[in-house]
C-alpha cells in the first residue's frame, strides 16, 4: 500500500531533473562536488583527471540518449595513462604512487563503464578498470584480495565462481575469527568501488567480503531468476562458514541500493544464517510499478534508470516488456517473501524524498511479516545520505559490540589524491 493511495513523492513524478539536459549539466549541478570530494560515484577518483575528459564531452555536447559506444571512448586516454604512469612507478618501486595511480585510473575506466556496462567499449571500460582496480588494491599497506568464491548451488546456465573482495583485519584467525560485513553492492557500484568502505572496517578490526548482485559485475546468477539470488547468497554463506578468519555468527549484510531489494529478501530466505541485514536505500514492490518506472528517467538518477534496471534484470533494451512483467515476477509482496513468519534482524533505512526507489516500499515491507527496524532520513533523497552512514555505522557497532565514534571511520571514504 502506498500513503493514502498514492506515492510519497506522486506530485514530483513529472517533474525532471535538470541534470538529465546535457552532460554538461549533470557535470555541474550533480557530479561535480562529489568529484572533488573523492565519493561515490567517484571512489578513488579525483577531479583534475576528469576535467579534460568532462571539458570533451562538454565540447562535444553529449546528451541524452547516450550512445555508449562513443561516449565511453573519451575516458579511455586519461585511463590509459593513469595506468602508464602506476606502471612506471611500480617498476621503480613507488608502491603507494603506483597504487594510487592504478585506483584513479580505476575510477576513470568507471565512470566510462557507468551506470551499466552495455556496449562494446563499456565492456572494454569494465574489463580494464577491474585490472586497475586489482593491481591498486594489491600494492596497498593492507591490500585487498579478490577470491573465486564457489557457487556450488548454481543450476544451469549459471557461472561456477562468485567473484568477492575480501579482506581481514590483522589477528584474523581460527582461535580469533573476525566479525564480518558483507557488503552487497548496487546497480551501478560493483565490488571495485564499494572496497572504498575497506580500510574503515579494518580499522575497526571488522572483515569484509564485498559481492555485486544479481545482473551486475560479474555475479554468476541468472537476472531474470528471481530465486537465483537464493542460490547465490547460499553458495557465499557457506564459504564463509568454511573460513577460519570469519566468525559465520557475527555476519552482518550491509546492501546498498538495489542491493537493498536482495537483502530484503536475504533475510527472509536466510534468516537464521545472519548477525543482521542493514538495507540502504532498496526497494520491495513499487520500484516496479509501471508508473514509477514510466517516470524515473528523467528524476534524481543521473542517467536512464529504469532501461539500467531493464538491462540489469535480464531484459536487455526491451525496457516496455520489463515494465509489463517486473512487478508479476519480481515483487517481494507478491511471492510472499514479506510475508514469511520469519526474518533476520533487519534494519531498512532511507532518505523519504527518495526519488529512486519510492520510500513507501520501505513502508510496506514494516506492515508485512515479522517485525523489522526502520529509520526514515527526512529531506533526503536516495539512501539518506550523508546522515545513514552515520545511523547505519551505529547500529553496526552495537551489533558487534564496538567501541569507537562512526566520524572517524567515515573519514576514511574520501579519497584525497597525493602524487
Given at each position: 500500500m502506498a500513503f493514502n493511495g498514492e506515492l510519497y513523492i506522486q506530485k514530483k513524478l513529472k517533474t525532471p531533473a535538470v541534470h538529465h539536459e546535457s552532460y554538461k549539466q549533470l557535470w555541474e549541478t550533480k557530479w561535480k562536488k562529489p568529484c572533488d570530494m573523492g565519493v561515490y560515484p567517484f571512489m578513488f577518483g579525483c577531479t583534475k583527471d576528469f576535467q579534460p575528459v568532462v571539458d570533451e564531452l562538454v565540447k562535444r555536447d553529449f546528451k541524452e540518449p547516450y550512445n555508449w559506444d562513443e561516449y565511453a571512448p573519451v575516458y579511455f586516454p586519461k585511463a590509459e595513462e593513469l595506468v602508464g604512469e602506476a606502471e612506471k612507478a611500480e617498476k621503480e618501486g613507488h608502491k603507494e604512487k603506483a597504487s594510487e595511480l592504478y585506483l584513479r585510473a580505476s575510477a576513470v575506466y568507471r565512470i566510462a563503464r557507468f551506470p551499466a556496462p552495455r556496449s562494446e567499449k563499456q565492456r572494454h571500460a569494465w574489463t580494464e578498470g577491474k585490472k586497475a582496480c586489482l593491481k591498486g588494491l594489491s600494492l596497498r599497506e593492507h591490500p585487498v584480495?579478490?577470491?573465486?568464491?564457489?557457487?556450488?548451488?548454481?543450476?544451469?546456465?549459471?557461472?561456477?565462481?562468485?567473484?568477492?573482495?575480501?579482506?581481514?583485519?590483522?589477528?584474523?584467525?581460527?582461535?580469533n575469527p573476525a566479525p564480518t560485513v558483507l557488503i552487497m553492492t548496487g546497480l551501478d557500484g560493483y565490488r571495485t568501488e564499494l572496497v572504498a568502505w575497506a580500510e574503515g572496517w579494518r580499522q575497526k578490526g571488522v572483515g569484509v567480503i564485498i559481492v555485486e548482485i544479481p545482473g551486475t559485475g560479474d555475479s554468476p546468477a541468472l537476472p531474470t531468476d528471481p530465486t537465483s539470488p537464493d542460490r547465490e547468497w547460499s553458495s557465499l554463506l557457506d564459504w564463509a562458514d568454511s573460513q577460519e578468519g570469519i566468525d559465520s555468527k557475527r555476519i552482518c549484510v550491509w546492501a546498498f541500493s538495489t542491493g537493498g531489494f536482495y537483502a530484503i529478501r536475504l533475510a527472509h530466505t536466510h534468516p537464521d544464517r545472519l548477525a543482521g541485514v542493514v538495507?540502504?536505500?532498496?526497494?520491495?514492490?513499487?520500484?516496479?510499478?509501471?508508473?514509477?518506472?514510466?517516470?524515473?528517467?528523467?528524476?534524481?538518477?543521473?542517467?536512464?534508470?529504469?532501461?539500467?534496471?531493464a538491462y540489469k534484470f535480464g531484459y536487455g533494451n526491451d525496457l516496455e516488456t520489463f515494465k509489463k512483467e517486473a512487478s508479476d515476477k519480481f515483487s517481494l509482496l507478491k511471492d510472499g517473501t514479506l510475508d514469511k513468519p520469519e526474518c533476520a534482524r533487519l534494519f531498512l533505512v532511507n532518505g523519504i524524498e527518495d526519488e529512486i526507489f519510492p520510500i513507501d516500499d520501505y513502508y510496506l515491507a514494516i506492515c508485512h511479516g515479522a517485525p523489522k527496524e526502520a529509520r526514515f532520513v527526512p529531506d533526503r533523497k536516495h539512501m539518506g545520505e550523508p546522515e545513514s552512514f552515520l545511523i547505519i555505522l551505529k547500529w553496526i557497532y552495537k551489533l558487534f559490540g564496538i567501541e569507537g565514534n562512526p566520524v572517524d571511520q567515515l573519514k576514511t571514504l574520501p579519497f584525497k589524491p597525493k602524487y
Open positions: 584480495h579478490e577470491v573465486m568464491v564457489p557457487h556450488k548451488h548454481r543450476t544451469e546456465g549459471e557461472g561456477d565462481v562468485i567473484p568477492i573482495y575480501h579482506q581481514l583485519p590483522e589477528g584474523a584467525s581460527k582461535e538495507a540502504l536505500g532498496g526497494g520491495t514492490h513499487h520500484m516496479f510499478d509501471k508508473d514509477w518506472l514510466d517516470n524515473v528517467n528523467h528524476l534524481e538518477y543521473p542517467f536512464d534508470l529504469a532501461s539500467t534496471l
